[in-house]
């Protein structure tokens, strides 16, 4: 397992049995300005989690022992850490249930390294976005139902009061809802508003996204009242919502 520079760069952490790629993207993603562990299996992943302070990890999904989607769901009940997952190309279940388990984005291989660049660039400018957001001043809340939707802390609180944890991609798709009620979205105009598109952008993981938040704040997932399929044109956000501003202390 290689270990960083020292500096303020974002930290990577690569997951991959496969010494050529772990390699391969060491060299690329450092000369490329970023600070790069590698590790080959979730005791090593772990491991780099414990001793750095790790902003994006690039996760294989067929590992030796645990596999990616195990270390996908299991980093997700205790981090907030954005994932990038690699998948074997066609295995195209393998990524929807990567998607669903929490994964921000997936990659299939063979695949090239600057598209993986441009992906890991778009999750961390939604990742980053939240420690720029409280610096205004201020922050706003927006509210629908009982929930509260904190856009400067990036946080979600439920009708009982109860935070609900979303990865970067949800809590993005759920404001971009949340800031447009009421109006029909498409796909596309989905993607741009959480700043999610990239050469090659993977509409379905909008279609992944929208399940999983139905699931966190549906009464009923599988027949939404906030979050609303429109046949052929898209989703739409039912909710209403009133907008509270709060200033930081």
């Known amino acids: 397992m290689s270990a960083p520079d020292a500096g ?16 391969l993207l060491g060299r690329f993603l ?18 780099a989690l414990s001793d750095w302070h790790i902003d994006l990890i690039v996760l294989d999904l067929m590992l030796p022992g645990e596999d990616g989607l195990s270390l996908c769901r299991d980093l997700r009940a205790k981090s907030q850490i954005p994932v990038i997952m690699l998948t074997m190309m066609g295995e195209e279940t393998d990524r929807i249930i990567g998607l669903e388990m929490g994964a921000d984005d997936y990659l299939p291989k063979p695949f090239n390294p600057r598209e993986l660049l441009a992906r890991m660039k778009a999750v961390l400018r939604r ?13 706003r809340i927006l509210c629908f139902s009982g929930w ?55 509409e379905r993981s909008i279609d992944m996204q929208v399940s999983r938040l139905r699931h966190k704040i549906e009464k009923n997932p599988k027949e939404p009242e906030l ?23």
Do not use: C, W
């Open 148 to 202: 509260k939707l904190d856009l400067g802390l990036r946080r979600l609180e439920s009708p009982r009061q109860l935070i609900v944890d979303l990865s970067a991609g949800e809590f993005d798709l759920l404001a971009a809802f949340a800031e447009h009620p009421q109006r029909v979205l498409n796909r596309d105009q989905l993607l741009d508003l959480t700043h999610g598109r990239t050469e090659a952008p993977f």
């Open 30 to 47: 450092t000369r490329h300005g970023y600070r790069v562990t590698t590790a080959r299996d979730g005791k090593e992943m772990r491991r």
């Open 127 to 139: 990742s980053q976005s939240a420690a720029a957001a409280p610096a205004a001043g201020g922050r």
């Open 227 to 249: 979050i609303k399929t429109v046949r052929g044109g898209g989703y739409i956000f039912t909710g209403s919502v009133t907008q509270d501003e709060t200033a930081d202390t």
């Open 8 to 23: 303020n760069k974002a930290h990577l952490l690569v997951v991959d049995d496969d010494h050529e790629i772990r390699d």
